[in-house]
């Protein structure tokens, strides 16, 4: 129970250029964001904190053009 909370809580841990971390310049991670960084952790770091903000926008994008529903702010703001 405490690696979930710890895990929904966030990493503060991070590596990657000043200013690329959504949390420093005051943008909260949301669910989505935060799987995204889970599962770039286990697969090695392949992309940055900005790469993944990008690709979870577009996925949310590309999903309520697709169905006209909007995603729910918890999962994806």
């Known amino acids: 129970m405490d690696a979930l909370k710890k895990f929904a809580g966030g990493n503060s841990q991070t590596s990657g250029a000043a200013g690329t971390n959504?949390?420093?310049?005051?943008?909260?991670?949301?669910?989505?964001?935060k799987i995204a960084g889970f599962v770039n952790k286990k697969e090695g770091n392949r992309f940055s904190d900005n790469q993944l903000e990008t690709g979870t926008d577009k996925a949310r994008e590309l999903y309520e053009k697709a169905t006209g529903n909007k995603v729910d702010p918890k999962i994806s703001n």
Do not use: A, I, T, Y
């Open 22 to 33: 959504p949390q420093q310049s005051g943008e909260k991670k949301d669910l989505g964001d």
